[in-house]
């Protein structure tokens, strides 16, 4: 089903058609893809396989927006997810918590061209052709992508409570790569820690490419991030079924397709010792997780690092141009990366409900950032996580 909204010549955009069947824009999505701007997360081979596992299993209403120019030619793609809340319905990107950008997809001289107004003014015609939306919200946006403006962003209301971490690679040359974007202190570090690591017998960095690599890899990842998460007394986001089913329909790819995600295992005799999860499209190489054995012998040598530091490698040589450790402050993304995204948050009230809502939800990311950016509240916030997850006393036996 699709709804076509023409625009009036003045806009640069002719048409707005809203689909509701991916398979039915598969060719003209990745055809676009192709030469627009465009994250790993709003790759098609990885929307699709997200959308029909994960979507899937919670219900999510999905619709994809394309604004066509007067040649019929597609200029913008965004790909959006319908949520209803607290009695209000606004649309936001795909993927949640699991893509660390969230963007539309747009020719490189279409959002080039575009200023707040027209980008304003775009979205709500976006929204009055799905109809019946309080507000778009859309959290987590690179202000620029490949050095030009993401025309949602240039809407923004505040930062994002998070950054992400990145590190541009020298083609060909991950040693030069890590030696730039490392102090010499933790390259000694991490040396170091190879040399223990190399005492506990012969290892190997694993791309899992055959369908039994790929269940390997995502147990093993799956295992490692349960028991993680268990320590932290954190419920795991990736404890459901459509998780496993999602990374290895994507690992996978579809058809002739390269795969869009990619599964990484740092293998000592013949056991997975850490893994890595990314996600891949146009020389970018974009984290989304990474799991370790907390049970292995090998632990105190950071084996995940290890494998983190063998992956930039392998993408130097790769040709690829970008690398990052997505959202999220962690002490290893500031090692390796010598680089961030400032990210930002944009909402677009439409209607009476979406005025009242959106200043509730601006407050709780605006109360997020403040406690990520400080050290005490975070500690705090994580304790005080943990407490209310703690099963409480006889729950067992009811």
């Keep these: 089903m699709s709804v076509p909204v023409h625009s009036p010549e003045a806009r640069p955009w002719a048409s707005i058609t809203i689909a509701t069947d991916l398979a039915g824009i598969a060719a003209e999505w990745r055809a676009f893809e192709a030469r627009a701007l465009v994250t790993p997360y709003q790759a098609y081979g990885w929307v699709r396989p997200f959308v029909e596992t994960v979507g899937a299993a919670h219900g999510m209403d999905c619709r994809f927006a394309l604004l066509r120019d007067a040649t019929g030619a597609l200029c913008a793609l965004l790909p959006l997810v319908l949520t209803r809340r607290s009695g209000i319905r606004f649309a936001e990107f795909i993927g949640g918590k699991h893509a660390n950008y969230h963007m539309g997809l ?54 994002s409570p998070s950054r992400a971490y990145k590190l541009a690679l020298i083609a060909g040359d991950g040693e030069a790569t890590l030696r730039r974007s490392m102090s010499s202190h933790a390259r000694k570090k991490l040396k170091n820690k190879r040399s223990r690591f190399a005492d506990f017998g012969p290892s190997t960095m694993t791309l899992a490419r055959t369908p039994a690599e790929i269940e390997r890899v995502i147990d093993a990842f799956l295992q490692q991030k349960a028991e993680r998460f268990r320590s932290m007394g954190l419920p795991d986001p990736f404890a459901e079924p459509a998780m496993h089913s999602f990374l290895a329909r994507a690992a996978a790819g579809d058809g002739d397709a390269t795969p869009t995600i990619e599964l990484y295992s740092l293998d000592l005799n013949g056991r997975s010792v850490a893994t890595y999860v990314g996600a891949v499209q146009g020389g970018r190489f974009s984290g989304m997780a990474t799991s370790f054995d907390m049970a292995s012998e090998t632990i105190k040598t950071s084996p995940g690092e290890l494998l983190l530091a063998d992956l930039i490698r392998l993408k130097c040589d790769e040709g690829y141009a970008a690398f990052d450790l997505g959202i999220g402050e962690a002490r290893y993304k500031t090692t390796f990366c010598d680089d961030h995204d400032d990210l930002v948050d944009s909402f677009l009230p439409l209607t009476l409900k979406g005025r009242l809502f959106v200043p509730v939800a601006q407050a709780k990311r605006e109360l997020k950032r403040r406690i990520k950016n400080s050290p005490v509240a975070l500690k705090l916030a994580q304790r005080a996580s943990g407490w209310l997850r703690r099963p409480k006393a006889g729950a067992a036996a009811d």
């Design 106 to 159: 747009y020719d490189p001289a279409f959002a080039a061209g575009l200023d707040s107004g027209t980008a304003r003014l775009m979205l709500v015609e976006v929204a009055r052709a799905i109809g019946g939306l309080d507000a778009l919200i859309f959290v987590n946006q690179p202000p620029r992508w490949q050095d030009i403006a993401n025309p949602a962003a240039l809407l923004a209301a505040a930062p």
